[in-house]
């Protein structure tokens, strides 16, 4: 099972923008969540109600756009879409088990006791408790439970973190069961006004000498306390079943972006140029207004500083996009059309407040200004219209001759996958 990085995508509906279509843009080209492209069935009056800075109020061109996407639109068959799919979506248990040794690698090293060891010796962890005080009196921040250290690299497990200088210094040579005391004295400017080059006794209780987990040597008390399952095979069992839902979304994903390609190879679309330069415009505007501050003689640095491209070469690239994106859209609309697709106004008003919640907007005027340029009347009327989009490109997706492909397997990142992540 092969993780498949993709770039634009409808159905996530988030922020489509100009740049971020096609395999090398994701990476190069203007960030996507500034603007979204226009709509493509959107009236208005162009004016926003909100003002810039300096009390002007902002222009959106392509509002003043009441277009229909079927004017412009010769549709292809769309009825039953060849698909041809370049990965394997497969989880196999060797998938599961390469996963899991990549977890391990990645968020460990993990320990358990060592019953073999009861003297520490240069190299060991060690599990201990500890509690700080200061004139006899335990300050705050100074205690914690079952804590792995480096005893003689004076550091936690794995180097995650130093310890200030003398710590773990009476550790050295204990045993398992011992309780020991630490005279250790803060640095000057360690941080903490109470504690600034305070002597202060840390005492320890030696809990055991640990040794590091292998992916083979997990047991249930890991699984316990990593997966928060009972044993291992339920511990593999959710792995197997997060890799499972990642591997169908990625496929749905690729059916996806293949049926676009195949609806913009096609059918014939011819968008009126205004409307174009129109969007265009609007999302240079929006991108001089957010990022720039409003100042235009700062947009090409910018480019330049956070991207490493020229203005030209920015503008290319969110000019193509845009097209792309309205060329899709006028598709999609007219595929609505021809099958009665229409808004449900309780399932948008869901997916809206969705989108709220996980996007971070705060609130739907806020998600509205950012899809319409800062005008959120316009933005809400193109949201709607993306939805209905979406429904279409559903529709269609539902009726496509998906022929699944053997790939070659390739690892899976442990940090893509949800639900697996151990503490």
């Not at 799919?85 to 390469?98: F, G, K, N, R």
């Not at 997966?227 to 979304?249: G, N, P």
């Not at 053997?406 to 899976?412: G, K, L, N, Q, R």
Request: charged residues 25%.
């Amino acid at each position: 099972m092969q993780k498949k990085i993709v770039a634009m995508m409808l159905a996530a509906m988030m922020a489509v923008t100009a740049i971020g279509c096609g395999d090398n843009k994701a990476n190069s080209g203007v960030d996507g969540t500034e603007s979204v492209s226009g709509t493509e069935s959107v009236s208005g009056t162009g004016i926003v109600d909100s003002t810039e800075d300096s009390g002007e109020p902002i222009v959106v061109a392509s509002a003043a756009f009441d277009l229909k996407g079927a004017d412009y639109v010769t549709l292809c068959d769309y009825s039953s879409i060849p698909v041809t799919l370049t990965e394997s979506y497969v989880v196999t248990d060797e998938d599961v088990e390469s996963y899991f040794e990549q977890l391990i690698s990645y968020y460990g090293p993990f320990y358990k006791e060592d019953p073999e060891k009861t003297t520490i010796s240069e190299g060991d962890i060690v599990n201990v408790d500890y509690v700080g005080k200061l004139d006899g009196v335990a300050f705050e921040g100074g205690s914690a439970e079952s804590q792995n250290i480096d005893v003689y690299g004076n550091c936690a497990a794995g180097g995650t973190s130093s310890y200030i200088e003398g710590f773990t210094e009476g550790l050295k040579g204990a045993s398992v069961g011992d309780v020991i005391d630490c005279d250790v004295t803060f640095p000057e400017d360690y941080g903490k006004e109470e504690l600034n080059g305070k002597a202060v006794v840390f005492t320890f209780t030696v809990n055991s000498i640990q040794k590091e987990i292998t992916a083979s040597e997990v047991d249930d008390t890991f699984a316990q306390e990593q997966f928060q399952v009972e044993t291992v095979d339920e511990m593999f069992a959710q792995i197997k079943s997060s890799l499972e839902s990642s591997a169908a979304y990625y496929k749905q994903v690729e059916i996806y972006e293949a049926i676009q390609t195949y609806l913009l190879d096609n059918c014939t679309v011819e968008v009126p140029e205004d409307f174009l330069e129109a969007r265009i415009s609007d999302y240079r505007n929006q991108l001089v207004r957010s990022a720039c501050d409003g100042d235009e003689t700062q947009l090409e640095s910018y480019i330049s500083t956070y991207y490493g491209m020229t203005l030209e070469e920015a503008e290319q690239e969110w000019s193509e996009g845009i097209e792309q994106n309205t060329c899709l859209e006028f598709i999609l609309e007219t595929i609505a059309g021809e099958m009665g697709i229409t808004l449900d106004e309780e399932e948008y008003a869901s997916y809206v407040s969705s989108m709220v919640s996980s996007g971070g907007y705060g609130s739907e005027e806020t998600m509205y200004e950012l899809y319409g340029y800062g005008d959120a009347a316009y933005g809400e009327k193109y949201l709607r219209a993306l939805y209905v989009d979406q429904l279409a490109l559903d529709a269609v997706a539902e009726t496509a001759v998906v022929t699944e492909q053997e790939a070659a397997t390739e690892d899976v990142s442990a940090e893509s996958t949800e639900g697996t992540e151990v503490e």
